[in-house]
């Protein structure tokens, strides 16, 4: 009789064990990936311009159920005249208690767009430098870029974020002498889809955005998860070693 209820009792902490790591598995199948959309989504938008450098670009942005648009016109007066639209992730009363959205949580980057003209976007993240960004000056964000090729049609475009980088006109133009090139991703404060060099001068244009939205792996998740599996064995193995020897 001792011996069917110690069978018994080992049965059930197997089973046990087994069913927890199911669970746990299963969790880790369905909640490894994490997202944040940007748009559309809560996030404000807002355009963005060379007339912080003394520009005469022009834009303004309008919106439907399923599109943004920026319609935009370049014009000489700043050293690269550019336009574009920017989210904030971070509002300026969390930028000055230095709560930033953490990129590094993220993996990718996906945006389905299309342009007008222009053959080339630019996506920024900006991000926070602790030494070179002052409140309230737009241009002293560290920006971190890639260049995308467009089309007139709507396409995805899938951008891992080791392909972000800081240009090397962000530090002439904030006088840095020896770039660090740091990228600052756990400071992040912005996202911004902007003309990329090469877009024409005087020329009406236009660019057409349906989705922005980071996306990455879970790794919070997936270590409190390991954790567990790793105390529910050790439970079942503390378990089976007390059963063998009352037996």
Known sequence: MKNLKALFSKKVLVSTWLVGLVI?????????????????????????GDSQDEGFSEASVSKTDSLLELDFRLRSGSPTPY?????????????????????????????????NRM???????????????????V????????????????KEHRVSLADFSVPEKWFDLMGI?????WRHLERGMRVEVLTATGALL??????????????????????????????????CGYGLVRLKQKG
């Open 24 to 48: 746990l598995s299963l969790c880790a199948i369905l909640f490894k990936e994490h997202s944040l959309q940007v748009y559309p989504g809560t996030y404000q938008e807002f355009v963005r």
């Open 83 to 115: 336009a574009g639209v920017g989210f904030s992730l971070a509002s300026p009363m969390e930028i000055l208690k230095e709560e930033f959205l953490d990129f590094s949580a993220y993996d990718s980057l996906r945006v389905v767009l299309a342009t």
């Open 139 to 154: 241009s002293s964000a560290r920006p971190l870029d890639v260049v995308l090729e467009t089309t007139r049609n709507l």
């Open 202 to 235: 005087g020329i009406p244009d236009a660019f057409e955005l349906k989705k922005l939205e980071l996306y990455g792996t879970n790794r919070k998740l997936l270590y409190v998860l390991g954790v567990l599996a790793f105390l529910l064995s050790c439970a």
């Open 177 to 181: 002498e020896n770039p660090d090139y």
């Open 119 to 137: 053959p080339k976007i630019t996506i920024r993240l900006s991000v926070h430098d602790p030494l070179w960004t002052k409140p309230g000056d």
